[in-house]
């Protein structure tokens, strides 16, 4: 199932719109039910108005309905980790095992779980 995560990652990151950074990234999420959603990042001129491609994967899974992911696989050419707000968000919608794989352009992966990527997360567990 990774390689074909990494497939549809490497593929998202083909439709990135990246005119400031131009860095091209691609991500795809297995859900809990062995759905995947795939996502790409999207610059805006207002940078706050940036999304990056492992929240719009995540969101297209949401937004169907799939609230709980498995697995996700991170494609940049360098083999990039998820940004903090990306990381806050999978805690969001998985748990601390959630497996993470960062791919680059020479086939290298690097797997985490998130609780490596963020050990302190805020999660809705605090607002209980």
Same mark, same amino acid.
Not at 26 to 37: C, L, R
Not at 84 to 103: D, H, R, V, W, Y
């Given at each position: ?18 005119? !400031?950074?131009?860095?091209? =990234? ?7 039910? @062995?759905?995947?959603?795939? @996502? +790409?990042? %999207?610059?805006?001129? #207002?940078? @706050?108005? /940036? =999304?990056?491609? *492992? ?6 899974? =949401?937004?169907?309905?799939? &609230?709980?992911? &498995?697995? %996700? !696989? =991170? !494609? ?6 998820? +940004?903090?707000? +990306?990381?806050? /968000?999978?805690?969001?919608? #998985? #748990?601390? *095992? ?8 020479? @086939?290298?992966? /690097?797997?985490?779980?998130? &609780? ?6 805020? /999660? ?5």
């Amino acid at each position: 199932m990774s390689q074909d995560l990494r497939l549809k990652a490497q593929k998202a990151s083909e439709e990135a719109y990246s005119p !400031y950074s131009k860095v091209n =990234v691609g991500a795809a999420v297995e859900t809990s039910e @062995g759905d995947i959603y795939s @996502g +790409c990042n %999207i610059e805006n001129a #207002s940078f @706050g108005g /940036t =999304v990056c491609a *492992e929240r719009v994967a995540i969101w297209k899974a =949401v937004s169907e309905g799939k &609230k709980e992911l &498995k697995k %996700i !696989y =991170v !494609y940049t050419d360098d083999g990039w980790p998820p +940004c903090g707000l +990306c990381l806050q /968000t999978m805690s969001e919608f #998985s #748990s601390p *095992e959630l497996k993470i794989i960062m791919g680059d352009k020479d @086939g290298k992966e /690097t797997t985490k779980t998130l &609780k490596d990527l963020l050990p302190f997360a805020f /999660t809705p567990q605090h607002m209980e």
